[in-house]
Each structure stands twice: as structure tokens, then as C-alpha cells.
């Protein structure tokens, strides 16, 4: 449910994003959501729904997944993040802070835990599309 | 690619009145102790108080506060438990009593995130208890949190003065509202530190004795409060505005 | 894009036998003081010796060893000056008296290139003193500084120990070899610490107890040798290997 | 005079790559050098066609500079280091130890410390070509 809070950042964001841009209507958001997360999409996008503003009637919100891609700093393993292979606290600990996977999750080859998030962690805003007034 | 946390941050903290950031460029001289305490006397003057740990690394106000078992709950965000009255954050909550080997660039993305995703509603005082340094966090706070005051704590020793020195330094060409400096483990009277202190432009609010019955009081609030530790700090905190 | 420095750093530091690592994760409980005494120690011992200062927030061996005045030379590299027998390093020599503000990737930067330039020569022992936590630098040393072992500082705190004993833990499960348990700042005899570190799987090498006279000597090399706190820690020392 | 122990980083790092590789010899080295560092070229490249292994015995050494670019954290400026604005000491002793760059320089729009060094902070490898023994 603090997707909720995640939502509200995307809005929030796009709307400024559309403002500076001069945009009169906002068609679609992309939002890239990394599985180290484990976001709750369906919630999410229902929470995005509902806090659309008036300068979004129409848009189409696109999720699209990221896998959770991990390198050793170590051993320069690179590996995905399963989140099958965790506890389910660890896993929620995760869901909140997901820096917390360095203290849960090591590298498969060495056991390390000085590993880089290389991409997939959280949410970020990828792109917004719209209608300027002169279009 | 665009990060929509931050933008966030200062909507979560927009019904918080004031903050009060617990810091030191050295380590061990109280951070934690001050800061624990510090929200503490302001809850019972009455204000209503949360208290934010992000020491990832060596956390300590739940253990000198002795909050054990609790856990926020999830709701639009994340919402503190309450301890002693206290709206209370930290990240061992979700590093629960393990090693968190973070580098700096994740406590930064850590700290945004708690930031974030916190909502801490109505307060008075918003108290943050920091680690040694003036590395990530300390940055981020300045960074990220609008109108953040520096309460700076320092020993008696010249060991720790000289840093306490450059973070003052720091503070001032950064333009951040110090509050003033506390001097703490105070054992003869001195006036190393306060001279220091005004000469470097800061206030010097006062000086905390060393006492020995502070330790056994660590982790139990009722005791806490009646430390000589406890009756000095809050006297000098009155003095706080 | 490929960074030259990293393989240079093993070969920077293969006359050196023996390296090791000052450390906790807690701040202000003695790291400094164990560093530079140890330093100050084995040189005694008639050992070549070398001293690293990585803490560059709160650098503090320069401080207590009374180091100031002397720059390293440049010579394929540089050349670390020589303070009271011991060929020195530190942040402070190029930071002077000013405030640091370094993020974690900066200070892991930093260090790389320190270890990198360094040329120590022929050495028994090199000394690190490292800053307090589990982050950039501490994971830095772990991963570039071959056969580094760890001496650990506590003070009989359990605000301390707490920290100390989630330090223990990750050392373990990074197979990084540790000397053992220094207790600083004892005040009275207690097996808190003994026990704990026992239980915890690591040497228990003895208590530095709380010594009013050590502020005093502080920058003063012949009288830090006159302190109790340095025969104590003398002793100590020598059962080190 | 400590680009020597630089120019030693390079060898030995190209050297590496060039056995990793199966290489029978280098034809060229490229090294990006950037401004923040102030490394001087002339010693650099002395140095390196001094540290040059019998792989090497033919190989060109190009340095390449890349201008040091800081971007604020604050306010978002971008700027170009210029050593110029940099007393004697200070410049010295960033051209030892770049990152102390915080401790001397700040942002010119807001002041700040708090600034990321995008690029241009000192040495690094850029490309080695070579020979196969098959080619
Ligand atoms: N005035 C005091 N008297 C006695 N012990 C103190 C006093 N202030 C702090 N301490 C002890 O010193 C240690 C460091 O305090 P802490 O608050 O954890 O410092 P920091 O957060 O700066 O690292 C703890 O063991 C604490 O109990
Ligand atoms: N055994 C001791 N007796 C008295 N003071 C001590 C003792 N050990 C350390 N100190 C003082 O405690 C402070 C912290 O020591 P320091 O070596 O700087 O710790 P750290 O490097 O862990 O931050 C300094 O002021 C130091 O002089
Ligand atoms: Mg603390
Ligand atoms: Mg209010
Ligand atoms: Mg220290
Ligand atoms: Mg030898
Ligand atoms: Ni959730
Ligand atoms: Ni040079
Ligand atoms: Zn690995
Ligand atoms: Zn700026």
C-alpha cells in the first residue's frame, strides 16, 4: 500500500515535468518500476488512476518492469535479483528500503555483500508524452 | 529517467514545524544520547515529537530508548510507530539487528526513500539523529530537508573539537541555521569549548556532564529520566527555541 | 573506459608484511588513539612502520601524534613523511585544516588513489586507521588491501557494543581475518564486553582503562608515552601478533 | 613526478589486458586524461615510453584530455574546472588527490561542496589495440 506514496511522486513530478514543458494535456506517462522493489503493479496503476489530475483525463499510464540486475564489486559477478530466494520480512524490508538487499542478499559467487544496484531498483518516471497548445 | 522521489520530500515534512538535525562531525560524543533525549523532554513539554534515526550504521536511539517489536505500518506511505510518545523512525526497522554494509551512494537513495515514503503528519518537532561526518546523509539532510537547524555536539577533547571546528566551518559557507553547540561529557570545568565555539561564530548552549549512571540506564526511558544526565540536558534544551 | 589504479595498489603494498586495520563501527571509542599508540608501539619495538589516516572527515592521528609541518615529496609516486620513526599518511596533508565534505564514492575515489600513489616501501607493519561504520571506506580496504587484518575497538558500552557485535557478524561472513577485541575506556571491571565478544566468535584481547591523564598529552608524543593509557596499551599490544 | 605511478598503472593494467586478450603485441595505448587532475602530458607520456614492455615495443601512446566537468547537486550547474581560479597549494594538492576538489572549489551559481564530478577527473584506460597472433 505505500505505493500509494510512489504514486503520488510520479504525479506529482509529471505534473511539474508538464508545466515546465507548457503542456496542455498530458496523453501518457511511463513509469519503469524495478523488481528489486517488488512494487505491486496492480496497486500502482489503480493508485496512479486515482490521483490523475485534471491535466491527465486522458492519459494512459504504461508500466513496464525492470529486472533487479546486481554486480559484484568483489568478484564482478552480475546476477538477478530473484526475490524467491528471500525471506518473507527480508522481503518486505526490501518492498520499503531497498537499499536493505545488501543486508539480506549476497553475491551467489562470493558471498559478498559490496554489490552494485546496477539497475531495477525502484520506481522512476521514463517519459511523458503530450499536447502543447501550438500543436 | 527522472527519480519522482524527491520532489515528495518536503510534502511529507509540510506538517512538521520544526527540525532539528543531531550532529557531529565526530563520532561517539552523544549524537544519539542528545538527540534521544532531546525528543523526549520535547514530548513532555507537550509538543508533539517524531524521531527519525538514520544512522544506517551504528543506529542507537532504540536502543537507549529501548523500542523493541514495533513496526510501521503500511498506509499511503509508511506511518512511525509510536514509542513514549514519540512518532519514531528508523532504519532498523527494516535492518532489523543485522550488519548494513551500505556505501554512501545507498544511504543516500536509503534516506530519500525513508524521506519519501514517511508520512509523519502533524509535529512540532521533527528531531534527526545523524551519523559522524559529513558524508551522505549529512549532505542529503541539508539537501532535501527546507529550513533543517543544526544542533552540534561535541566533547571536551581536542580530538573531537578540531572536526566539530570544520563542520561549523562547512554549516556556515553551506548557509545552515545552526542552532548552537552542545558540549557533552563534560568533566571539570573548562572553558576550551565555549571559547572555541564563539571564536568560531556559533553559540555555545551549555555543557552536560559525564555521568557515570547513565549507562545503566540505557534502554529504559522511565530510568532515563531521572539521570543527572537527563536533568542537565533538558535544562540546557529548555534554553532551545 | 578501464581504471589503471586498482592492480597498482598490491603492488604498492607487497614490502609491506603485515597490515592492519584500526576499526568499529562505532565512532569516539579509541580507534585514533589505538592506531597512533599502536604505530608509536611497534616502532618502539624496533619495527619499520607505517600509518594511514583514511578517516577524512574526522582525521585525528595527525592530532594526537602532533604531526604538522611536513608534506609528503613527490617521487614516482609520493613518498610518505617520516613523524617520530614512522613513515606517515594522511588525508590531512592534502584536505589541510579544512572541512572534507566527501560523499562515499568520493572518499572510496580518494582512497584507491592514495593506496595507489603510495609508496611505502620496505615495511613491517602498516597501521589503518579507518573512519567509524561499515561503509565506503571500511568496504574499500576489505576489497583492495590484501591479507589486511582487523583490530576491532569497543568501548564497555552497550550502545557501542551493539554496533560493534553487527560489525563482528559481517567481518565473519567476509572472511576477513580479526586480531581480536580491544575494550577502551574501561571504568570498571566488567565481562559485559569479554563475554560478548567471546559468544560473538572473536579474541577478547583486553581492557585500555578510562585515563583522566590522556587529554593533556594529546599532540605530544613523549608524554602520550608517559600516559597510563599507553603502558596499558603497550601490553596489550605485544601480545598481538 | 608522481604521473610516474600512474604511467605504471597504465602498463601494467594494459599489459594485462593485452594477455587477457591473447594479444602478440600493441600497436596503441589510448589514455583519457582528465583536467581535474592536471597531470602533466610531457612527464606522462615520457614516463610511459620509458615503462613500455617488449609487447609494447612499437606502440603509439595517445593521451587524450577530457575537460573536468562538475555538475552541483543543489542547484543543478554545470561547469568546467578551470585551475586558473585555484591557488598554488590547493592545485597541488587536488593534483594528488582530485576529490579534495570539494574542500577548494564550490558550485559558482550557489556556493555549494556538493558537487559530482561528471567527468574529467584523472587517468584512465580508453583502448588498446593490438595484434592476434592468427590476425
Ligand atoms: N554525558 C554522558 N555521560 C556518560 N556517558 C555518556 C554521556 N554522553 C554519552 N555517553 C555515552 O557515550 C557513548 C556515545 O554516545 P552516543 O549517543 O551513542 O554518541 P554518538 O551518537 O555521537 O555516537 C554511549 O555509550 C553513551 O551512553
Ligand atoms: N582510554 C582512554 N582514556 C581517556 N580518553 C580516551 C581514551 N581512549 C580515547 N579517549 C578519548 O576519546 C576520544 C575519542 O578517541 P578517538 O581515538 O578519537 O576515537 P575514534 O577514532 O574511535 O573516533 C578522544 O578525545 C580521545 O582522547
Ligand atoms: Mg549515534
Ligand atoms: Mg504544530
Ligand atoms: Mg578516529
Ligand atoms: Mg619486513
Ligand atoms: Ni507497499
Ligand atoms: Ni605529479
Ligand atoms: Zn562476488
Ligand atoms: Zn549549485
Redesign the interface.
Known amino acids: 500500500?505505500?505505493e500509494?506514496?510512489?504514486a503520488?511522486?510520479?504525479i506529482?513530478?509529471a505534473s511539474?515535468?508538464a508545466e515546465e514543458q507548457g503542456l496542455e494535456k498530458i496523453t501518457e506517462i511511463v513509469v519503469?518500476i524495478g523488481e528489486l522493489q517488488q512494487i505491486e503493479h496492480d496497486i500502482l496503476q489503480f493508485a496512479l488512476e486515482q490521483l490523475r489530475t485534471p491535466l491527465m483525463t486522458d492519459a494512459k499510464f504504461t508500466l513496464e518492469t525492470v529486472p533487479g540486475k546486481l554486480k559484484c564489486?568483489?568478484c564482478g559477478e552480475e546476477w538477478t535479483f530473484n526475490p524467491k530466494g528471500v525471506g518473507e520480512?527480508e522481503s518486505e524490508?526490501i518492498h520499503?528500503?531497498?537499499?536493505?538487499a545488501?543486508?539480506?542478499i549476497?553475491c551467489p559467487s562470493c558471498?559478498?555483500?559490496?554489490f552494485q544496484?546496477l539497475e531495477g531498483?525502484?520506481?522512476?518516471?521514463?517519459s511523458i508524452t503530450g499536447v502543447k497548445p501550438d500543436d | 529517467?527522472?527519480?519522482?522521489?524527491p520532489?515528495?520530500i518536503s510534502?511529507r515534512l509540510e506538517g512538521v514545524d520544526e527540525i532539528i538535525a543531531v550532529s557531529s562531525g565526530k563520532g561517539g560524543v552523544g549524537k544519539s544520547i542528545v538527540a534521544s533525549t532531546l525528543a523526549l523532554h520535547l514530548a513532555e513539554k507537550g509538543h508533539s515529537v517524531g524521531l527519525l534515526d538514520l544512522d544506517f550504521t551504528s543506529p542507537a536511539t532504540h536502543v537507549i530508548l529501548g523500542i523493541d517489536g514495533l513496526f510501521?505500518e503500511?498506509?499511503?506511505?509508511?506511518l512511525p510507530p509510536v514509542a513514549h510518545g514519540i512518532k519514531y523512525m528508523s532504519?532498523t526497522?527494516?535492518?532489523?539487528d543485522?550488519?548494513?554494509?551500505?556505501?554512501g551512494a545507498?544511504?543516500s537513495?536509503?534516506i530519500i526513500?525513508?524521506l519519501?515514503?514517511t508520512?509523519w503528519g502533524d509535529l512540532d518537532r521533527l528531531v534527526i539523529d545523524l551519523p559522524p561526518g559529513l558524508g551522505d546523509a549529512t549532505l542529503d539532510v541539508i539537501r532535501f530537508v527546507e529550513g533543517i537547524r543544526f544542533l552540534v555536539v561535541t566533547t571536551p577533547s581536542k580530538v573531537a573539537y578540531e572536526t566539530v571546528r570544520k563542520q561549523l566551518t562547512l554549516l556556515k559557507r553551506l548557509r545552515v541555521p545552526v542552532i548552537g553547540v552542545v558540549e557533552n561529557m563534560a568533566r571539570k570545568p573548562s572553558d576550551y569549548v565555549s571559547l572555541n565555539v564563539e571564536n568560531d561564530g556559533a553559540l555555545y548552549l551549555g555543557a552536560i556532564g559525564y555521568d557515570e549512571g547513565l549507562e545503566e540506564s540505557i534502554g529504559d526511558e522511565a530510568r532515563l529520566k531521572e539521570t543527572k544526565f537527563y536533568a542537565e540536558a533538558s535544562k540546557l534544551y529548555s534554553t532551545i527555541n
Not at chain 1, 531498483?121 to 521514463?126: D, E, I, K, T, Y
Request: without cysteine; negative net charge.
Open positions: 500500500m505505500h500509494w506514496a510512489l503520488e511522486g510520479v506529482q513530478t511539474g515535468i519503469r564489486r568483489i520480512e524490508a520499503f528500503i531497498p537499499e536493505v545488501h543486508v539480506y549476497s558471498d559478498s555483500p559490496d544496484i531498483r525502484g520506481v522512476l518516471l521514463a | 529517467m527522472i527519480d519522482p522521489r520532489g515528495l510534502r510501521p503500511e498506509e499511503y506511505g509508511i532504519i526497522f527494516f535492518a532489523l543485522k550488519p548494513a554494509p551500505l556505501r545507498d544511504v537513495d536509503a526513500e525513508l519519501a515514503i508520512r
